[in-house]
T-cell receptor, first 114, second 115 residues
Framework: DSGVTQTPKHLITATGQRVTLRCSPR?????VYWYQQSLDQGLQFLIQ???????AKGNILERFSAQQFPDLHSELNLSSLELGDSALYFC?????????????FGPGTRLTVT | AQSVSQHNHHVILSEAASLELGCNYS??????LFWYVQYPGQHLQLLLK??????LVKGIKGFEAEFIKSKFSFNLRKPSVQWSDTAEYFC?????????????FGTGTRLQVTL
């Protein structure tokens, strides 16, 4: 158990819908990262927050957005869902913002868009 | 931008065989390097990491990796695999310096260990 929690574990929804994925980082970690794992794209970085502020953006679609709240939990919002958004979404956390910190991954949320 | 290549997509070994998984990265500057493992149905776990210093790093469960800067490589090794090592292995890199620490992952290598 990494100490990073994600809810829900599984999510099945229809195209065009909107969903929210939630992540709670390890105690003491200020950075939260979101990654998407799909069969065709592999593991891709989406976005990073550090202490409530957006720190880095990766291959995140405009239909997707995220935020980190004062209690440091983060939510990833996916809207106007398409079949291709079906994937495993991982959250990770680390103590600091930069490259010298180990990232701990949560169990992931499996999203299925039908 | 950095990229990571893992050339072995699927490796099948018998128990007690030696393992070496290749990882090459592309980036002109300094990098931090990682190997993560994903057991079936589980989350990514860090096996080992290289930030600086001794290029031969030891991780958990008997794994080690060697950073060869001239070859842009960070290959993962284990002298004798066990059935429980069956998993998917990901090499990852992040660029240094940087105020952000996004990981760029390779496509992964699926290791199957047979009894």
């Amino acid at each position: 158990d990494s100490g990073v929690t994600q809810t829900p574990k599984h999510l099945i929804t229809a195209t065009g819908q909107r969903v929210t994925l939630r992540c709670s980082p390890r105690s003491g970690d200020l950075s939260v990262y979101w990654y998407q794992q799909s069969l065709d794209q592999g593991l891709q970085f989406l976005i990073q927050y550090y202490n409530g502020e957006e720190r880095a953006k990766g291959n995140i679609l405009e239909r997707f957005s995220a935020q980190q709240f004062p209690d440091l939990h983060s939510e990833l919002n996916l809207s106007s869902l398409e079949l291709g958004d079906s994937a495993l979404y991982f959250c990770a956390s680390s103590v600091g913002p930069g490259g010298g910190y180990e990232q701990y991954f949560g169990p992931g949320t499996r999203l299925t868009v039908t | 931008a950095q990229s990571v290549s893992q050339h072995n997509h699927h490796v099948i070994l018998s128990e007690a065989a030696s393992l070496e998984l290749g990882c090459n990265y592309s980036y002109g500057g300094t990098v931090n390097l990682f190997w993560y493992v994903q057991y079936p149905g589980q989350h990514l776990q860090l096996l080992l990491k290289y930030f600086s210093g001794d290029p031969l790093v030891k991780g958990i469960k008997g794994f080690e990796a060697e950073f060869i800067k001239s070859k842009f490589s960070f290959n993962l090794r284990k002298p004798s695999v066990q059935w429980s090592d069956t998993a998917e292995y990901f090499c990852a890199v992040n660029a240094v310096p940087g105020t952000a620490s996004k990981l760029t992952f390779g496509t992964g290598t699926r290791l199957q260990v047979t009894l």
